[in-house]
């Protein structure tokens, strides 16, 4: 079955500070990658995805995300945090079933 | 922000009585999921459906049914429920048109609390 390994549960940077969220998946056929934040008291939302082509995609708000297909991975990195980037992030991952399989999630918190 | 709304945003019921949430959406995309957001769990699907009336299960479906009698709504329900069913339910909508695949949006968010 899939599985998405998301091994940071918090993580606590000032201000500035460079970001990698680490997220693995264990599934041998073609992905889609995500992924998610959840900023606090809200919904989900997309910060960016990989379909194909590149495999360093750029996101939203700063965020870029590299695909490794021989290590499973797919971290996502920001060079320079911001108090406001404190959120939950989610790795998913979607499969030809157009389900979406979600790892446990990464609590990152900025302090100013 | 895709168009979802769920219903209600928050609620507390009592343990053994049924709890019916809605989910609608004005975006006409074909599959529309619940999941269930607990603390290191994440987000997992309990069911989901690929059209009017076809539904199926998801990871953590038991003591849990789904309808789609429309394809704007989706409505879970629990039929008795448990205080291990407190958790924040979240539904979220998707279509495979164009380049959007897997990509799901989600909607505000049910916070159900079974004391």
């Known amino acids: 079955a899939q599985s998405v390994s998301q091994h940071n549960h918090h993580v606590i940077l000032s201000e500035a500070a460079s970001l990698e969220l680490g997220c693995n998946y264990s599934?041998?056929?073609?992905?889609?990658l995500f992924w998610y934040v959840q900023y606090p008291g809200q919904h989900l939302q997309l910060l960016l995805k990989?379909?194909?082509?590149?495999?360093l995609v750029k996101g939203i708000k700063g965020f870029e995300a590299e695909f490794i297909k021989s290590k499973f991975s797919f971290n996502l990195r920001k060079p320079s945090v911001q108090w406001s980037d404190t959120a939950e992030y989610f790795c998913?991952?979607?499969?030809?079933?157009?389900?979406?399989?979600f790892g446990t999630g990464t609590r990152l918190t900025v302090i100013p | 922000d895709a168009g979802i709304t769920q219903s209600p945003r928050h609620k507390v019921t009592e343990t053994g009585t049924p709890v019916t949430l809605r989910c609608h959406q004005t975006?006409?995309?074909?599959?529309m999921y619940w999941y269930r957001q607990d603390p290191g769990h994440g987000l997992r699907l309990i069911h989901y459906?690929?059209?009017?009336?076809?539904?199926d299960k998801g990871e953590v479906s038991d003591g849990y049914s789904v309808s789609r009698s429309k394809t704007e709504d989706f409505l879970l329900t629990l039929e008795s429920a448990t205080s291990s069913q407190t958790s924040v339910y979240f539904c979220?909508?998707?279509?495979?048109?164009?380049?959007?695949?897997?990509?799901?949006?989600f909607g505000p968010g049910t916070r159900l609390t079974v004391l």
């Open positions: 998913a991952v979607g499969t030809g079933a157009n389900n979406l399989f």
């Open positions: 975006e006409n995309h074909r599959y």
């Open positions: 459906s690929y059209g009017v009336k076809d539904t």
């Open positions: 979220a909508i998707s279509s495979l048109a164009g380049a959007s695949g897997n990509e799901q949006f």
């Open positions: 599934y041998g056929g073609t992905v889609n």
């Open positions: 990989y379909f194909s082509g590149d495999p």
